[in-house]
């Protein structure tokens, strides 16, 4: 694109999903229930993480980052969302969106790595469960959970600011429902080669490399589980993972079809709904997933349960 005399931009106005006005309440309402159960749910995890030294392991300390991940994550674009979806001026600063973009895209970055890493721990402890305590010792399940986050923030604000620093020439209504990086280079009129590429090799980085080893850990996961002769130590190996696997699925299915589908299939409506359940409906999901597919949580739970009810009756 030629580049010509532009304005500067000082605000944006996100108007996706825009065309369906009478859905704008319910969309309203359905999103503040969704939020609210992110934030009590992974709350809650947290929590019972924290509270029951049984849960002190590996596991349960990569899940907790990713319940505190998913918390932060929704919170940068919900309550925004929920302004627009009410607001008659659907507008969001210069600052403020640069803002959520080098949040949600970091933290959904991180996300990717996270769910790897995740799948690795349990490599390691149903392929080698004898030298599991050694292998994932603390020193490095903390070094592994701090990398995730300095690779996904990282690659955060390079993408923030390559774009942040191009011209807009006036252009500034962004056909979404948050600052989003695809529905922001479409407003650049300058030229974004640069931009495209490092997004190509940080979606090839994080999300089909880590699919990949995700992949990989599974294939010995599945053979090692199929190796175990009795069929409750076969249920009880598959449990422990059948969670992850289904977050796995949930995450990197949408993300993978924001991020990676051929442009001719680009449409907007799709675009929209994905990015809905890419930002609402898989954070809100986690941990009820977690909860209800994990028996060690939801022993957990009613042991913090009989534990408050046995302080009440005293």
């Not at 019972?48 to 002190?56: M, P």
């Not at 995730?148 to 191009?166: A, E, F, K, P």
């Not at 190509?200 to 080893?213: D, E, G, K, N, R």
């Not at 997933?289 to 302080?311: C, D, F, G, P």
Request: hydrophobic fraction near 50%; aromatic fraction near 10%; include cysteine.
């Amino acid at each position: 694109m030629q580049m010509g005399n532009y304005s500067a931009v000082n605000e944006f106005f996100l108007i996706g999903l825009s065309q369906y006005p009478e859905l704008q309440l319910f969309l309203f309402v359905l999103c503040l229930i969704m939020y609210a159960i992110i934030l009590l749910g992974n709350s809650l995890l947290i929590v019972i993480c924290i509270l029951d030294s049984h849960l002190h392991t590996p596991m349960y300390f990569f899940l907790g980052n990713l319940s505190f991940l998913d918390i932060c994550y929704t919170s940068s674009s919900i309550p925004p969302m929920l302004v627009v979806f009410v607001s008659e001026r659907k507008s969001i600063s210069f600052i403020g969106c640069a803002l959520q973009m080098v949040v949600s895209l970091g933290l959904g970055s991180t996300e990717c790595v996270l769910l790897a890493v995740m799948a690795y721990d349990r490599y390691v402890a149903i392929c080698n469960p004898l030298r599991y305590p050694i292998i994932m010792n603390k020193a490095l399940y903390v070094h592994m959970a701090a990398w995730s986050w300095i690779v996904g923030c990282l690659n955060s604000l390079v993408q923030t600011v390559l774009t942040m620093v191009l011209p807009f020439c006036g252009n500034n209504v962004i056909d979404h429902l948050t600052c989003e990086i695809l529905a922001l280079l479409k407003l650049i009129c300058s030229e974004i080669t640069i931009n495209v590429l490092i997004m190509t090799v940080a979606s090839i980085v994080l999300l089909v490399i880590p699919l990949l080893l995700i992949f990989i850990s599974y294939v010995f996961i599945l053979s090692s589980i199929l190796r175990i002769n009795s069929t409750e130590g076969r249920k009880k190996a598959f449990s422990t993972c059948s969670a992850h696997l289904t977050v796995v699925i949930l995450f990197y299915g949408s993300a993978l079809f924001m991020y990676m589908k051929p442009k001719s299939k680009d449409t907007k409506a799709s675009d929209e709904i994905i990015g809905l359940s890419y930002g609402v409906v898989t954070p809100m999901l986690n941990p009820i997933i977690y909860s209800l597919r994990n028996k060690e949580v939801k022993e957990a739970v009613k042991k913090i349960l009989s534990k408050q009810l046995h302080l009440l009756r005293m």
